[in-house]
T-cell receptor, first 115, second 117 residues
Framework: NAGVTQTPKFQVLKTGQSMTLQCAQD?????MYWYRQDPGMGLRLIYY???????DKGEVPNGYNVSRLNKREFSLRLESAAPSQTSVYFC??????????????FGEGSRLTVL | AQSVAQPEDQVNVAEGNPLTVKCTYS??????LFWYVQYPNRGLQFLLK??????LVKGSYGFEAEFNKSQTSFHLKKPSALVSDSALYFC???????????????FGSGTQLTVLP
């Protein structure tokens, strides 16, 4: 059982380049999330999708866009990468909207470096 | 607004000794509280949660956490630490009365636990 799968695992970009992080879950979960993890700051929510067809901004949405392609897939796009977006990005899913139970299932992360 | 604080960046404990990882929270209403663990180069894994009921919550791998409303704390504990418990631990909170993106989980900055053999 794969759970939450993220690609790519590693990526190096130059400032101004664009890229898309892909996320897919095979647990039939309704909600999906994108977080970034920076040292000493914990995880911060970028965007989330409470259900198929809906997306909402989280705490740090600037510089990012998302697409909930279908129930399984939730992608994160950087249109013009900046060094401040160097981070580890995590996709997560949950059976429930609004994280009522709080139990999220995380992917293994995508480490992005912007030069 | 909801927030959570983990006052210790690093906790070291000898194998076999009890361990405590501290967490305090701030919410407008009643909290939902959670602990997650992250092993190196992996995603976070859910350990346990407090929603309502008993103040002592038991979770995975022998961990437990004690909810203390008067001290607004939710400390993670284990009676006897193992070397394999060494990892990064995150506390998280959700405020029941928040709305919009604030309804989502807020994570603490994390505590690195090292269990020494």
């Amino acid at each position: 059982n794969a759970g939450v799968t993220q690609t790519p695992k590693f990526q190096v970009l130059k400032t101004g380049q664009s890229m898309t992080l892909q996320c897919a879950q095979d647990m039939n979960h309704n909600s999906m999330y994108w977080y970034r993890q920076d040292p000493g700051m914990g995880l911060r929510l970028i965007y989330y999708s409470a259900s198929e067809g809906t997306t909402d901004k989280g705490e740090v949405p600037n510089g990012y866009n998302v697409s909930r392609l279908n129930k399984r897939e939730f992608s994160l796009r950087l249109e013009s990468a900046a060094p401040s977006q160097t981070s580890v990005y995590f996709c997560a899913s949950s059976p429930y909207a609004n994280q009522n139970t709080g139990e999220l299932f995380f992917g293994e992360g995508s480490r992005l470096t912007v030069l | 607004a909801q927030s959570v604080a983990q006052p210790e960046d690093q906790v070291n404990v000898a194998e076999g000794n009890p361990l405590t990882v501290k967490c305090t929270y701030s919410v407008s209403g009643n909290p939902y509280l959670f602990w997650y663990v992250q092993y190196p180069n992996r995603g976070l894994q859910f350990l346990l949660k407090y929603i309502t009921g008993d103040n002592l919550v038991k979770g995975s791998y022998g961990f437990e956490a004690e909810f203390n409303k008067s001290q607004t704390s939710f400390h993670l504990k284990k009676p006897s630490a193992l070397v394999s418990d060494s990892a990064l631990y995150f506390c998280a909170v959700r405020d029941l009365i928040s709305s919009g993106s604030a309804r989502q989980l807020t994570f603490g900055s994390g505590t690195q636990l090292t269990v020494l053999p």
